[in-house]
Structure formats: structure tokens, C-alpha cells
């Protein structure tokens, strides 16, 4: 039998990214939407049921309520399905600060339900790739994570506005800070430059910050005002390196109807390049098919969490990690200074 989910939001987010993921995951079963833009919904899923979010957390039978909405609301609507004894999935970030975060995770043990964070870039093409080459990588000493686009122009949309929860540093760096997390563990210490580059911006558009773990060295970068990317993911290491250009395909995949799992589904068409050494001697570089992205797997672990109590694919803990390092990093970046990572 099907987990029953709803989607709460059908904006970007909404539509684009978690109806489609969650409509071709095995195992789920999209039962309603709660949007403001119903005939948006009703065109894209003529059957939908489209309900006001009080009407969704009575439905019976429902399972799961992912939460897709402006992150101000994540933390209220999270409190209010686990309320309704609901499992619960929040788009990232996870919350606007660190105390509204651990006060859902108390919530849902509580509750005894299950709560996760859809950190999807966990399951993309670089990450995964990464992944599979970091054995022949050795020790490794600089890791480069960037995340860059060309939108010089500021938008006039909630995540440009000045606000709690707005800037790339939350949206975009959450991506890069859990890849790093997942990959790395807890640094030692964070370095951050945080700032607003383009006219008219009113947060923040540009990152560059420096985690310490031991001699390693882990950059993530991002910035609104790269028309020529460099590479997405570049790893150097004791015994060779890593470097991939091209982001993952799976969100443009998705843009453009693509049905998720369907042939082709995360294939990257940009091969990475790796480069062993030995001692001091470089070798000739060799092209890698990159690991196909798979944000697929994410919604399919979740449905064996909640039916079968397999793991969590995100546990709200590993979001809470993002959430503090997400805060240093504003901290470091209003300081000017390092900052120790303390737990």
C-alpha cells in the first residue's frame, strides 16, 4: 500500500521539483496540493484535490505533509502537521534559525514521527561523482564546491527581498554546506564573506567560505554574477584529482516535463576529468562518466522510512548541522574573522 502524501506550496518549488518527485516515486501516492493558485494545480494534475491546509492535515489516511512553502512558514506549518500526528518533509532550509529547528525536532520526537529535510543535492550527478572517485583520490587536501549563475538583474521574488530566510547563502549554500557535511563531517572552523554585489540587491548574492578540517580545505562559492562558471566540483588530493564542470541536469530535466526515472533521467552529459599522481609525477588526465543524479532516491528511501522503518534519508539532525554552520557563517562574515566550530 501507497504512503499517502500532500504537498503544501505549488510555487516554484512546489511545482517543478516535489510533484513530479513525488507523483514517480515508488511507493508514494500524491492525494492533495494545498496552493493559493488552485487552476495552476488543476492544470498541470486535472484530478488533484486542492484543499486549504487546515483541511489536508484531517484527511484520513494521510501519511506524510511536505512542507514546500517561503521559508517563514517551514517552522509553524511543520508544528502544525506534527500536531495532526503527521510524518513531515521541509523543503531546505530546514528553518530560519537554529532554535526553531531544534524546537522541531523535539516536536517530532514527541510526536514519534518521522521528520526530514529535502537536501537533494545529496543525490545530484557532481555529488554522487565525487562519491565514487574519492578512493583514488587519497588524502585529500582542497575541495572547491561552487554553485554560480549569471542573474545580474535582482528579481523581484521573496528569496531577493530582505527577510528572514532570504539570500543564497540559505538557499544555495544549504545545498553546498550539506554536501560538504555529508562528505566531510563537522569542521574545525569556518571563514565566511557574505555579501550583496549586484545594484539593488537587497540580501545577500555572493559567498565564499573557507571550511577548516585539519590541512583540508573545503571552499564553497556562489555568486549571481558568473556569466563563464568554473568548475562545480574540483578536489585535490595526495594521489590525484578530481575536476567536473557542468551542473546537475535534474532540475532542467524536471523544467522541461521530463518524468523522473524515465530513460536518460540524471544522465550528465559532462564527463569529469581525474588526474592520478605518483610522488611528483602528474599523469595524463582521463575522462569519467559522471554518476547520474537521482533526487528519485531520496523520495523512494522516504517511502521505506515511513512504511518498512528504514533509515531516514535526511534526518532533521543532519539539517540542524546545516542550520548551525548556516548561522557561523553570517556570524563569521559580520565579525570578519575565523570562528571555531563548536558544537
Known amino acids: ?55 489536508v492535515l484531517e484527511l484520513p489516511g494521510l501519511d506524510v505533509v511536505v512542507i514546500a512553502t517561503p521559508n517563514d512558514l517551514h517552522a509553524p506549518q511543520a508544528h502544525a502537521a506534527l500536531e495532526a500526528s503527521k510524518h513531515v518533509v521541509i523543503d531546505k532550509p530546514f528553518a530560519l534559525n537554529v532554535r526553531e529547528a531544534e524546537a522541531l525536532i523535539a516536536h517530532a520526537k514527541r510526536a514519534e514521527r518521522l521528520l526530514s529535510v529535502f537536501h537533494s543535492r545529496r543525490w545530484d ?106 568548475a562545480c566540483i574540483e578536489a585535490q588530493g595526495s594521489t590525484g584529482s578530481l575536476v567536473k564542470y557542468g551542473m546537475d541536469v535534474q532540475e532542467e530535466q524536471l523544467k522541461a516535463q521530463i518524468v523522473p526515472g524515465s530513460p536518460g533521467w540524471g544522465a550528465d552529459p559532462v564527463a569529469a576529468t581525474f588526474t592520478a599522481t605518483d610522488g611528483e609525477a602528474v599523469g595524463a588526465a582521463e575522462h569519467i562518466t559522471a554518476t547520474p543524479g537521482n533526487y528519485l532516491g531520496y523520495y523512494e528511501q522516504l517511502a521505506r522510512a515511513v512504511a518498512q522503518g528504514e533509515d531516514n534519508p535526511v534526518p532533521a539532525e543532519d539539517a540542524l548541522k546545516v542550520m548551525r554552520i548556516l548561522a557561523l557563517g553570517f556570524e563569521s562574515a559580520m565579525k570578519g574573522h575565523r570562528l571555531p566550530c563548536r558544537m
Open 1 to 55: 500500500m501507497s504512503v499517502k502524501v500532500a504537498l503544501v506550496g505549488y510555487g516554484y518549488a512546489g511545482r517543478v521539483i516535489h510533484a513530479p518527485l513525488i507523483r514517480a516515486a515508488e511507493g508514494l501516492e500524491l492525494s492533495a496540493i494545498v496552493s493559493s493558485r488552485p487552476e495552476a494545480v488543476h492544470a498541470d494534475i486535472p484530478p488533484m484535490r486542492v484543499l486549504p491546509f487546515e483541511e
Open 125 to 230: 550527478s557532481n555529488n554522487l561523482t565525487l562519491t565514487a572517485i574519492r578512493p583514488r583520490l587519497g588524502t585529500l587536501y582542497q575541495v572547491n564546491l561552487r554553485y554560480d549563475r549569471w542573474r545580474p538583474v535582482v528579481r523581484d521574488r521573496w528569496r531577493e527581498r530582505k527577510g528572514p530566510g532570504s539570500g543564497i547563502w540559505f538557499d544555495l549554500g544549504s545545498h553546498l554546506v550539506d554536501q560538504a557535511l555529508s562528505q566531510f563531517g563537522w569542521p574545525d572552523w569556518i571563514s565566511a564573506d557574505i555579501a550583496g554585489q549586484r545594484e539593488g540587491a537587497q540580501t545577500d548574492d555572493y559567498f565564499h567560505v573557507v571550511l577548516g578540517y585539519g590541512p583540508l580545505r573545503v571552499i564553497l562559492h556562489s555568486s549571481m554574477m558568473t556569466s563563464q562558471p568554473g
